[in-house]
């Protein structure tokens, strides 16, 4: 029953590839976000989702994409991987109505490029 | 433009001592503040947060933190801590509730 769930964990790929990570929240919010965390552990926002429309794109390469296919859902595809592109990239989810700020995080997706 | 600095990347202390983590932000509008935790390899948890009020906010594990608008800071402390509050801390701020902009964290290294 975990709220904000991404898969894989874990992943390894070479340069050039193009690999998908898919998010779920069930918690019933309606924003959704994509962060990414560098190996010095800074923290800095890519994109966020409002009921499956694009809010927030932030200065990122155009080789990610982001998809929304509903306000549960939040995926993120890289093409052409770089060596630059590992890093940790974690889902989050935010509440509506109160507009408080918090959010709510999945553990994490560890991408690996070789 | 809002910003958060946390001067601090590491700071080592030992078992049941007090420790305090700063926190210092940049913001020409209000802001929402929050001190998060991450323990290793898994995602961020709230440890606590300012919207109003009250300027002395308590949150989980024993923890709370001072806003100080006079000096712009929001800094973390806890009493005695703890080897399992081993882990990595970070500020952020949001003005009004939208985009969550993180400070690059503190490593709380708690020693026996």
């Known amino acids: 029953d975990t709220a904000v769930s991404q898969t894989p964990k874990y992943l390894v790929t070479q340069m050039g590839n193009d690999k998908s990570i898919k998010c779920e929240q069930n918690?019933?919010?309606?924003?959704m976000y994509w962060y990414k965390q560098d190996s010095k552990k800074f923290l800095k926002i890519m994109f966020s989702?409002?009921?499956?429309?694009?809010?927030i794109n932030e200065t990122v390469p155009n080789r990610f994409s982001p998809k929304s296919p509903d306000k549960a859902h939040l995926n993120l595809h890289i093409n052409s991987l770089e060596l630059g592109d590992s890093a940790v990239y974690f889902c989050?989810?935010?509440?509506?109505?109160?507009?408080?700020?918090?959010?709510?995080f999945g553990e994490g997706s560890r991408l690996t490029v070789l | 433009a809002q910003s958060v600095t946390q001067l601090d990347s590491q700071v080592p202390v030992f078992e049941e001592a007090p420790v305090e983590l700063r926190c210092n932000y940049s913001?020409?509008?209000?802001?929402?503040l929050f001190w998060y935790v991450q323990y290793p390899n898994q995602g961020l948890q709230l440890l606590l947060k300012?919207?109003?009020?009250?300027?002395l906010v308590k949150g989980i594990n024993g923890f709370e933190a001072e806003f100080n608008k006079s000096q712009t800071s929001f800094h973390l402390r806890k009493p005695s801590v703890h080897i399992s509050d081993t882990a990595e801390y970070f500020c952020?701020?949001?003005?009004?509730?939208?985009?969550?902009?993180f400070g690059s964290g503190t490593r709380l290294l708690v020693r026996p």
């Open positions: 989050a989810s935010r509440p509506d109505g109160l507009h408080t700020g918090e959010l709510f």
């Open positions: 918690l019933g919010h309606d924003t």
């Open positions: 989702y409002n009921n499956k429309e694009l809010i």
């Open positions: 913001s020409s509008v209000s802001v929402y």
């Open positions: 300012y919207l109003s009020g009250s300027t």
């Open positions: 952020a701020v949001t003005p009004g509730g939208g985009k969550l902009i």
